[in-house]
């Protein structure tokens, strides 16, 4: 049973992510996004990762994928890209380089490197559930670095306001310039 | 009580250290003749001085005569110290009185001689500044003090040579004799630092306890090292080009710099570190031979010179070669006796042809001389003294130390050395004897042009009234000429005017040198209650093994030889010059000779063979040098470092496409390099 | 159905090859958001891995750490895109990763 399902959702996400990447339109591409994302979520099931499972669908596919197609829907780069490759060594460096990336990891993998030992952190799958001994093992154990990333995550507000406004410092207009300068003798 | 008195012997350079100073300092202010009074009195009380240094080196016993007295530490180096420190022996006593005797007389003379003259209280700066370092040299106890006054004399003759030096032969000399020397100090440094390499120290004192644990290879390169100072310094064949061309200084101080102190500090070193030359057998012969040669050559080119201080230094050269030739055997003492007395002698002789320059108004040349001893008789009368002692005339002093010389040579079983010092002691006494003749006997010369024969035969004597005195170069002064005259100018009349005797600050010191060149020989005298020199002397020489008489009759026939030969000089010399020349423009002795008189005339074209090599192929290859090799090579090598560098950025540069998706690739394969790596060491 | 059981090598594999897709199609592919959304494949790649171990392990960090990873992605996505808009903002519609050179040598 266990085969079957992995099987599925792996087909499935795997074929998304074939999409992702060879879809010249990029809300195609997002779509194929959120179907990667569901298709692990549901593999995070099968692997007794319930609440991983959870937040995988909900922040990622509920909200980081929305907020790319805002993006896209924003700058209008919704357009399709051409496929001809401006960069001749790009794509056949690309293609060398992930063949050997794959193998390499496939090497690695390969031995097995599960020792079987006891688990040192709590175990996976205690009485009490999933959610418990998540929450048991970011409460205590990794306190220090749930902290750290919630202060990260205000950076990453204030970074993200900050970034994204029109700004009115002399540089940034004199760059803004350059910038309009730039697609006026790009379109004309 | 002598002891203290001992320490005290670094006052011997003090006083004319002072005197340097002050001269340079007012000079000006306390002018012309003060200045020259100041500088002989102080010259005089360091003689005075001196000879206390002397009565209290007597008074003690024979081997504890040395006394050294440091004033501090000059420099300390790990195992190396070397003391600012005097040493007070018998050698270095005898060096300070001759420098304090002989150049308190030459101060003296030069306050006649260089009166009027513009720098006037510098030049007697320079001449006790030149004291001090001479003094220094001869009283230091280490070879680096000493060193340091070889520099200072190096300098002060430097100075001196240059002092006139808006003429430009003087100023080119001056420069000739630095540089000169300083390629013979090459050689003393580089033995200063072998020296310090193998007995850790530059005391003398250590010398003396270390040298004989020498192994023979470093005691003959050291020597020889040293030689090599002295050759430059002691004008030795091969370095010796610049003192004829440093006769273009002041005659005082070609008589003290180039006759009696400065030119004797090699036989000075030699003889200070004998220890070393003696633990090395071979670099005495070395000594030797260059001693000898250098007579005998030296000797030949003052045949034929027509300058009258150009005889003088070649006379020089020639004896400085006898006093090597005299170490070189072992004859230490006898080489410092020789010191002594041609010191006198020679003094003497540069004295006498200062007054006649000066009295002829800087007339040189003696063809254009003669029977000057009617206008100039005392100093005819020193001059014909000296000669008379350098030729070797006994019981004048020349005779006692020139005859020791050659005759240790022969005890020595040196008989080449002996026969070559034997050819130059009749050189000398034939150079010597022309000379004289030619300047203070003979016919007047320096009238005139009348033909002598239409003079005689009309019966007027020689000093018919000069016609109308042609307009030439001697009444405007020009000041960058040089009366120096070189082989093979032709004569050219003096100013006109009679030629006069000196003041008498200048007479004396000629007649007390020419007395001292008669007595002189009493210091050592050959028999053996008499050698008080060479007793005195013994304690440094401690190590030598003299070459002594082997019978008393050898020695006396040896003696006998050595008189017949100069007075077979003398005589040729009589025959040929009694009556002066004829002709100036025709010198007998340098016709007879034809080209062998043009040969020793030009010094054998030394000079002008190292003015071709430097100035051809030196020149040329420092020419190529600087165009070629620092232009093309080595700027060429710097430059093209940073042009490589620049082009190689420019390549560089190029990675820098600032396109993000490059810059991914390259980040993508670093990580599966990586990877790859783990893998294979991870045992893939 | 075949009784095969699904050890943690087969996720690991899955994984692995999620990863080289994500990584060159970041690669090849010139459109920023899409270059953006590889960069989230490859990260999903390392969340998976990281299960499969945990599972495999019986241990639950790696659950609590690819949680940590969860967030980081969520900041940069963020942040990221905050700076994509910032930049081609004003351009032309269809600019791509090419066009921001600036930093060119």
């Known amino acids: 049973m266990e085969l079957f399902l992995f099987l599925l959702f792996a087909g499935i996400a795997l074929i998304g992510a074939l999409g992702v990447v060879l879809s010249p339109n990029p809300v195609h591409s997002a779509l194929s996004l959120v179907t990667v994302l569901i298709a692990i979520a549901a593999l995070f099931v099968v692997q007794d990762a319930q609440l991983l499972a959870a937040v995988q669908v909900i922040v990622y596919a509920g909200a980081i994928v929305v907020l790319f197609l805002f993006v896209i829907m924003l700058l209008g780069v919704d357009r399709s890209e051409s496929t001809a490759e401006t960069l001749r060594i790009q794509r056949p460096a690309a293609l060398v380089l992930g063949f050997g990336l794959l193998v390499t990891l496939l090497l690695l993998i390969s031995p097995g490197w599960a020792t079987g030992e006891q688990s040192l952190r709590g175990v996976a799958n205690p009485a009490g559930g999933n959610v418990k001994a998540v929450a048991e093992s970011l409460f205590t154990t990794f306190l220090w670095p749930f902290e750290l990333t919630a202060v990260l995550l205000v950076i990453a507000v204030i970074g993200g306001v900050v970034l994204a406004r029109r700004s009115h410092l002399a540089a940034d207009e004199e760059l803004q310039q350059l910038e309009e300068q730039d697609s006026e003798t790009e379109t004309s | 009580m002598a002891r203290d008195l001992l320490d005290l012997v670094w006052l011997v350079p003090l006083l004319p250290l002072t005197g340097a100073v002050v001269l340079l300092l007012a000079g000006r202010r306390i002018g012309d003749p003060k200045a020259g009074w100041l500088a002989t009195t102080l010259m005089a009380l360091a003689f005075v001085w001196s000879v206390v240094m002397l009565i209290a080196l007597l008074s003690l016993p024979g081997d504890e005569r040395s006394q050294v007295s440091n004033i501090f530490t000059w420099l300390q180096a790990g195992t190396l110290k070397v003391n600012i420190g005097f040493l007070a022996d018998p050698l270095s006593v005898t060096w300070i009185l001759l420098v304090t005797g002989v150049g308190s007389l030459i101060h003296l003379y030069a306050i006649g001689y260089m009166r009027g003259d513009e720098r006037y209280s510098r030049f007697f700066a320079y001449f006790n500044l030149f004291a001090t370092a001479m003094l220094v040299l001869v009283l230091a106890s280490s070879f680096l003090l000493t060193f340091l006054g070889w520099e200072g004399v190096g300098l002060c003759s430097y100075l001196l040579v240059g002092f006139w030096y808006e003429r430009k032969r003087a100023s080119s000399a001056s420069l000739k004799a630095f540089v000169t020397n300083r390629v013979g100090d090459l050689g003393f440094m580089i033995a200063m630092l072998f020296i310090v390499f193998s007995m850790q120290s530059l005391d003398y004192s250590v010398m003396g306890q270390k040298a004989g644990g020498l192994t023979q290879t470093t005691a003959t390169a050291i020597a020889l090292l040293l030689f090599v100072g002295c050759i430059g310094k002691s004008a030795q064949i091969g370095l010796h080009i610049w003192l004829p061309d440093a006769m273009e200084g002041p005659t005082p101080v070609s008589a003290l710099i180039h006759a009696a102190t400065m030119v004797t500090a090699g036989v000075f070193l030699v003889c200070r570190a004998n220890p070393i030359f003696e633990r090395s057998g071979t670099a005495l012969d070395v000594v030797a031979i260059v001693g000898a040669l250098t007579a005998l050559i030296a000797g030949t080119v003052a045949l034929v010179q027509p300058d009258i201080k150009r005889v003088l230094a070649y006379s020089t050269i020639s004896q400085l070669g006898y006093m090597f030739l005299a170490v070189g055997v072992r004859a230490y003492s006898i080489a410092v006796f020789f010191v002594l007395v041609h010191a006198f002698y020679k003094a003497t002789l540069f004295l006498g042809a200062g007054t006649v320059i000066h009295g002829t108004h800087d007339n040189q040349d003696i063809r254009t001389m003669g029977g000057l001893r009617r206008f100039m008789p005392a100093t005819a009368l020193g001059f014909t003294i000296a000669t008379l002692a350098i030729a070797g005339v006994p019981p004048l002093a020349g005779f006692w130390a020139k005859d020791d010389a050659i005759s240790s040579a022969f005890f020595g079983h040196d008989y080449v050395i002996y026969a070559v010092g034997l050819a130059a002691a009749l050189l000398t006494a034939l150079y010597m004897t022309r000379e004289v003749l030619l300047v203070f006997y003979g016919n007047e010369r320096f009238h005139a042009p009348v033909d002598v024969a239409v003079a005689e035969a009309a019966g007027t004597d020689d000093a018919a009234p000069d016609p109308e005195p042609a307009p030439d170069a001697h009444h405007e002064p020009d000041l960058t000429a040089s009366p120096t005259v070189d082989y093979g100018t032709p004569p050219v009349l003096p100013a006109p005017g009679d030629p006069h005797e000196g003041s008498g600050v200048m007479v004396l010191p000629v007649l007390a040198l020419a007395f001292l060149a008669i007595v002189g020989g009493l210091l050592d005298l050959p028999f053996t209650k008499l050698e008080f020199l060479n007793h005195f002397l013994e304690p440094v020489f401690e190590v030598v093994a003299p070459p002594e008489p082997t019978s008393f009759w050898s020695a006396f026939g040896l003696d006998v030889i050595a008189v017949a030969v100069a007075m077979i000089g003398i005589f040729i010399s009589w025959r040929i010059y009694h009556g002066g020349l004829e002709d100036p423009a025709v010198d007998p002795l340098d016709h007879r000779l034809g080209p062998f008189g043009r040969l020793f005339g030009h010094a054998y074209y030394y000079d002008e063979g190292i003015a071709a090599a430097v100035g051809g192929p030196i020149r040329r290859s420092a020419q190529w040098l600087a165009d070629v090799f620092d232009q093309k090579i080595i700027d060429g090598a710097v430059n093209g470092i940073a042009k490589g560098f620049g082009a190689a950025g420019t390549q560089v540069r190029k990675l820098q496409t600032g396109l993000v998706r490059q810059y991914a690739l390259g980040i993508a394969v670093g990580t599966v390099a990586l990877l790859v790596w783990a893998a294979i060491r991870a045992g893939m | ?105």
Not at chain 3, 9 to 32: D, E
Not at chain 3, 74 to 88: D, K, P, S, T, Y
């Open chain 3, 1 to 105: 159905m075949i009784a095969v059981q699904v050890t943690s090598g087969y996720y690991l594999t899955f994984a692995a090859i999620l990863f080289t897709i994500g990584a060159v199609g970041l690669l090849v592919r010139r459109n920023v958001l899409v270059m953006f959304m590889c960069v989230e494949l490859m990260l999903n790649a390392v969340n998976v891995t990281f299960v499969a171990f945990s599972k495999a392990l019986d241990d639950i960090s790696g659950q609590a750490i690819v949680f940590f990873v969860l967030v980081v992605a969520a900041a940069e996505v963020a942040v990221g895109l905050a700076i994509i808009v910032a930049i081609f903002r004003r351009r032309r519609s269809g600019a791509t990763a090419d066009d921001i050179d600036l930093l060119q040598g």
